[in-house]
């Protein structure tokens, strides 16, 4: 299996990295333990969760995802083989949430009891929190750094001109910098990252690591009609890619799906994988299934006129 380098980090991470946030929601504990050990078994070693996943099933309390990977790593006894990333920052209700100092230093703990482990690899700022001087997050994170509970930070849903603060401060005051960035990013969400933020981190060799890789589903192809969208407990948001954009963009899945002998979700993520300034794409699976074309996509290569047809399908 390639591994890439996350940013600067020295951190070697598969080129997919497999979604966390559907552990303990839409996929029970051994699902997840089945899902998970499909992945690294396959050759995958980057994982991605949060605290705040899922508190928003009714009854959860956030931290139901860190838990079930926590006993899988625990249950597995493999935490030096995996890449752990989390994340801080996220509302977790009764005021859990922000990146103010003294939440760092309690909300860290509480994510490392959950996966039993006694370091992140990868801790992430979910959310900007424009109330809070970027320059204090940082120095939480030296300090977490320095006490072997991090070994590498990287910010989510950031805007460009705050990224570009946040990298302009560490490198001012020999802070920790954001070594990845976590865009949404896919074949149908391209603007929002291509225009600012995609030159930022190529220029300051951020890694990426995008989200919804998939489109909620929807780059799957399994969702082509309204009658579709009752397929899973995401079908509400896929509505939103029934379109003339959305369909032109499946048809050119389907095309080359046939040229490659691949399933359109194969090749929606093997595009994002070839993008040069792609570290690896988040995608998660609830089933084993799903797990395989992950897998499948890690290890194929769509040619260049492959590439160009699916950016000219998709352009925004």
């Not at 954001?178 to 933020?197: I, K, M, T, V, W």
């Amino acid at each position: 299996m390639e591994l890439r380098e996350l940013g600067r980090s020295g951190l070697k991470v598969s080129p997919v990295c497999l979604g966390g946030n559907v552990f303990g929601w839409t996929a029970d504990e051994p699902a997840s333990f089945a899902v998970l050990d499909a992945f690294t078994g396959a050759g995958g070693n980057f994982i991605d969760t949060a605290d705040v996943y899922s508190t928003w099933v009714p009854g959860h309390k956030g931290g139901e995802s860190e838990t079930v990977l926590g006993r899988w790593l625990k249950a597995r006894g493999n935490r030096d083989k995996v890449i752990l990333a989390t994340k801080v920052g996220s509302d977790m209700g009764g005021g859990r949430k922000g990146l103010k100092a003294d939440y760092i230093a309690r909300a860290v703990e509480d994510s490392l009891k959950r996966l039993q482990t006694d370091y992140i690899d990868l801790y992430q700022s979910h959310r900007d929190d424009l109330e809070t001087p970027q320059e204090e997050t940082l120095e939480a994170y030296g300090r977490l750094i320095k006490a072997g509970k991090v070994r590498a930070i990287g910010a989510s849903n950031f805007t460009p001109e705050r990224l570009a603060a946040a990298l302009a401060l560490s490198a001012r005051h020999g802070l920790p910098r954001y070594e990845s960035l976590q865009p949404e990013y896919n074949l149908y969400e391209r603007a929002g990252y291509e225009a600012a933020l995609e030159p930022l981190c190529e220029k300051e060799k951020v890694g990426v690591i995008g989200y919804f890789g998939l489109a909620s589903g929807f780059l799957t192809g399994k969702y082509r009609s309204e009658a579709d969208l009752g397929k899973s407990a995401r079908g509400e948001d896929i509505g939103q890619y029934f379109n003339p954009r959305g369909f032109r963009i499946l048809s050119a899945l389907d095309q080359v799906a046939a040229e490659t002998k691949a399933t359109p979700a194969q090749v929606a993520v093997a595009w994002l994988i070839a993008r040069p300034s792609v570290t690896a794409p988040i995608v998660s699976a609830t089933k084993v299934e799903q797990c395989r074309d992950l897998i499948a996509a890690m290890r194929l290569r769509l040619a260049p006129a492959q590439v160009e047809a699916l950016n000219r399908a998709s352009a925004p």
